[in-house]
């Protein structure tokens, strides 16, 4: 069974520096997509970046972008410049690119943004 | 507005009481999903369906019980409510075989079991 792990339940940073979320998976599928979603107090899930497993070039959306470590099985989110506004919990996810197509996630990262 | 809705947006639900959360999609995605959000636990698949008529279980189906007569509503229902199914609720869906097949969430239901 695929699974995804946070090991950093709670992250700050200051504002304007850059910060990065950690999230290791367990799979033995080669062909996959991973996704970071972010979770404001609003509590809607959003869609922050996702990353293909075939592509080794690592996705990048504005001011986030990941670190995509395929033979590690390891997907870091990298924010930069951060900004109030990405104060939230971020969850890694993880699932496969055929059949049935759940996704699995992580415990969440709470990250706190210091004025 | 295009997405995805839930109803009730919250609820205090006696032990015992059958419930039955709503979910409605307006994008025309062929597969949906049902996930409960736990503190330390992130979200878990309940069920799920690829396409109306079919319905699958995920990791955590007990005590859930869900239909799909037609492609926008995914009800799902708790036949007898016990103290362990109080959570935060998401419907999802996405478009099985399109680019990514982004899964959009809904709002959330929050759920209280007494």
């Known amino acids: 069974a695929q699974t995804v792990t946070q090991s950093q339940p709670e992250m700050s940073v200051q504002e304007a520096e850059t910060v990065t979320l950690s999230c290791t998976y367990d799979t033995s599928e080669s062909d996959y997509y991973l996704f970071w979603y972010k979770q404001p107090p609003s509590r809607q899930m959003i869609l922050v970046i996702r990353?293909?497993?075939?592509?080794?070039q690592n996705a990048t959306e504005n001011r986030f972008s990941v670190n995509f470590q395929k033979a590690a099985k390891s997907f870091s989110l990298k924010i930069s410049d951060s900004q109030l506004g990405d104060a939230a919990m971020y969850f890694c996810a993880y699932r496969i690119n055929f059949g049935n197509e759940k996704l699995t996630f992580g415990t969440g990262t709470r990250l706190t943004i210091i004025p | 507005i295009a997405g995805i809705t839930q109803a009730p947006t919250s609820q205090i639900l006696a032990a015992g009481r059958r419930m039955t959360l709503r979910c409605t999609q307006d994008?025309?995605?062929?597969?949906m999903y049902w996930y409960r959000q736990d503190l330390g636990l992130g979200l878990r698949l309940i069920h799920y369906s690829n396409t109306a008529g079919t319905t699958g279980k995920g990791e955590v189906p007990d005590g859930y019980s869900v239909s799909r007569a037609n492609t926008d509503d995914f009800p799902l229902t708790l036949a007898s409510a016990v103290p362990s199914q109080t959570s935060v609720y998401f419907c999802?869906?996405?478009?099985?075989?399109?680019?990514?097949?982004?899964?959009?969430f809904g709002p959330g239901t929050r759920l209280t079991v007494l």
């Open positions: 990353q293909e497993a075939y592509k080794q």
């Open positions: 994008m025309r995605h062929n597969a």
């Open positions: 999802a869906s996405s478009d099985r075989g399109g680019s990514y097949n982004e899964q959009f």
